[in-house]
């Protein structure tokens, strides 16, 4: 992961030390993030004595026991912002930008984008259980309703479910399960087209046999359902995969992973609030800001592009938008 800086973000960074959060936010980036500032080096030279001296110790402390680079003169953001000119490699970046837009385009909530005095704040949202975990380790037995993805998430253009058996239940649990559980991931997205895509299977085992997924009905009620709350509409992709296929039930979204024991259906009928019908154990969440969960999950961006690969050319199947920021459908 990338932190591009400019100068008066720097400087404005470099000076928070009485922020409380602000010493994990320099272990984050020290261990785990590279550092890419948008001007020349020579242009601190011209800098106040107040401001260069803290910039020039913040600089010390970032070059000892660094887990990755630091650069200078590099392209951060195109400039103009336009939401069609931000790279795969910018959205899964963080961007401390001095620019009149900036304001309006980390409203959309689809990426990690702050204004000058805001680095804290917008570093802190790599974070899990405010704290620079690279892991937590959540029970689902104590899980009430799916807002603990809300409460971890960070912005995020693009959601990725590979679930197998995600729509493995009676249609009118979608409501209760998936449909509330994008809700709450995609809290932070206002007025952006999300791309959502799902690899899962394309029936189910019922008591009377087997039934086949309802693909149309689930994209024209998730379209809805997610229009009404982002105000623009959700692309949203299937891939029909097999039942061999990638047995562990992930959900990538930009910054942050979600890994469950069981499918994301955890709840029962809507009438009862809070009952589980899962025997799962465990839900893990994870940042992407740590280097070997980012390593991890390359990998398996890998994997699932080979699955789309495979099903383009016939040996399965996807339906829908066919748009992502992560993987290509051409």
């Given amino acids: 992961m990338v932190a591009y800086f400019d100068l008066a973000n720097l400087r404005s960074y470099a000076q928070a030390g009485a922020n409380q959060h602000w010493q994990d936010c320099n272990n984050l980036l020290k261990k785990n993030i590279d550092i890419k500032f948008t001007f020349d080096k020579d242009v601190l030279r011209t800098e106040k004595a107040k401001s ?118 009676s249609d009118i649990l979608y409501e209760r399960n998936i449909y509330q559980l994008l809700s709450e991931l995609l809290c932070n997205a206002h007025n952006i087209a999300i791309n959502i895509v799902f690899f899962t299977l394309y029936t189910y085992k019922t008591t009377s046999g087997y039934t086949n997924v309802p693909f149309k009905t689930i994209q024209r009620q998730l379209k809805e359902r997610l229009t009404k709350q982002i105000g623009v509409e959700p692309n949203v992709t299937f891939v029909k995969i097999k039942s061999k296929d990638k047995h562990d039930r992930t959900i990538f979204t930009n910054y942050k992973t979600f890994v469950s024991g069981d499918s994301y259906k955890y709840f029962g009928e809507l009438s009862e609030e809070e009952k589980l019908t899962t025997r799962g154990d465990w839900l893990h969440i994870s940042s992407l800001a740590h280097k070997s969960n980012q390593t991890n999950y390359d990998k398996f961006l890998q994997d699932l592009q080979s699955i789309v690969d495979n099903a383009s050319k016939g040996i399965g199947s996807i339906s829908g938008d066919k748009k992502s920021n992560f993987l290509s459908f051409s």
Avoid at 124 to 131: H, W, Y
Avoid at 142 to 149: A, R, T
């Fill in 52 to 169: 260069k001296q803290a910039i020039e110790s913040w600089l010390r402390t970032m070059a000892t026991g660094r887990g990755g680079s630091i650069e200078w003169s590099q392209n951060g953001i195109p400039r103009p912002m336009a939401e069609d000119s931000i790279s795969k490699e910018a959205l899964t970046s963080i961007h401390l930008v001095d620019d009149s837009k900036v304001s309006e385009v980390a409203s959309k909530g689809f990426f990690l984008i702050a204004p000058v005095g805001q680095e804290v704040q917008i570093i802190r949202q790599l974070f899990l259980e405010d704290e620079p975990y690279p892991t937590i380790q959540m029970r689902i037995s104590d899980l009430k309703d799916w807002k603990v993805f809300s409460k971890e998430v960070a912005p995020c253009s693009d959601v990725i479910v590979v679930d197998r058996y995600v729509f493995g239940q």
